[in-house]
């Protein structure tokens, strides 16, 4: 890993168990009780001051991967490495003392703030566990505060009486309240009207420019992906398929599940929507996923060695990596 290096996954794995679930396999033999596989070997890096986007449909485990790398939850197998320093097994102690530098947005600003605790709390909460200088504390929340665009007068207010463009902002501020070097957005403006997503995205690039934070920006939102991202990863199924700087990866996409997304999103001007790219089918089960590539079920150039073989993630141009068999504009 080079020297500006913040985070590197190597072979992460989360599995879950499925008690109680049923399935038909290939050959039609009905199957109980087995395995969740949603994240299945993730690779990835993520330099400072930078954002690397994950975007990928609903269920291919996107989330997941944000909460093993916060070690929310424990992966089955892989390892984790922040700053240089593998974090994957470290005790609850030593744990704590890096939290401060990871830090999470997530999607719902209406069931991530505790309806019972005032803005100012909200946003003390987090820096209690670095400080207890409580001048400290209440400098810097009502610092953040104002940053994040929301003024002093509204600080002893409940999460109710914000609109949801302004507990976003809440939530916003609490992540940035200990200075970290990570923030992970999981889906952050998607619960949100259009024009205050636009004010909370221009926010996040302000704040990263100003703090010098890296992103790691989760959507299935291919455009605001783009809009945010310096690489991108798409995912697919628990596996990333491919990982690229984001104007490569949007220009020339190499597989064909990121040509399929890319080409799903609206054009204003009819004349140059084209044609949207061919998706078969439904996306297979986490609990089933097929052999081989696991999107040969529905890709349209798929062949026998597509669902014999597993391609590994691997560089098809400088610093674009894809996995499959035949990647496209190769």
Not at 29 to 55: E, M, P, Q, Y
């Amino acid at each position: 890993m080079s020297d500006t290096g913040l985070l590197r996954l190597e072979g992460i794995v989360t599995h879950f168990p499925a008690k109680g679930a049923m399935f038909y396999s290939e050959t039609g033999a009905l199957v109980t009780g087995t395995t969740i596989h949603a994240v299945d070997g993730v690779d990835l890096s993520l330099d400072r001051n930078t954002t690397l986007g994950i975007v990928g449909e609903s269920g291919c485990g996107k989330t997941t991967l944000a909460r093993t790398i916060l070690l929310m939850i424990k992966p089955t197998s892989g390892r984790l490495y922040f700053e240089g320093r593998e974090i994957t097994n470290l005790s609850y102690g030593d744990l704590a003392k890096i939290r401060p530098n990871l830090q999470m947005i997530f999607q719902d600003p209406f069931s991530s703030l505790d309806p019972r605790m005032r803005a100012k709390d909200i946003i003390a909460e987090p820096l209690t566990v670095v400080t207890n200088d409580r001048e400290k504390v209440k400098k810097r929340v009502l610092e953040v505060f104002e940053q994040v665009g929301l003024t002093a007068d509204q600080l002893n207010r409940f999460p109710n009486e914000f609109s949801g463009g302004q507990r976003q902002r809440i939530a916003v501020a609490r992540a940035l309240a200990t200075r970290p070097k990570l923030v992970i957005l999981d889906e952050p403006t998607s619960a949100l009207d259009a024009s205050i997503q636009a004010q909370i995205l221009n926010l996040l690039l302000d704040i990263q420019e100003e703090y010098k934070v890296s992103y790691l920006f989760i959507s299935h939102n291919v455009s605001v992906v783009r809009h945010m991202s310096d690489r991108i990863a798409v995912m697919y199924l628990g596996k990333v398929v491919e990982e690229g700087p984001v104007e490569d990866l949007m220009t020339k996409p190499k597989h064909p599940y990121t040509a399929a997304l890319i080409s799903s999103i609206p054009k204003p001007n009819p004349k140059a929507r084209g044609e949207m790219a061919e998706i078969r089918g439904e996306t297979p089960s986490p609990i089933n996923p097929p052999s081989g590539c696991r999107y040969h079920t529905r890709c349209p150039y798929a062949t026998k060695l597509c669902s014999d073989k597993e391609p590994p993630l691997q560089e098809a141009e400088l610093s674009h990596h894809v996995a499959c068999h035949y990647p496209l504009n190769a």
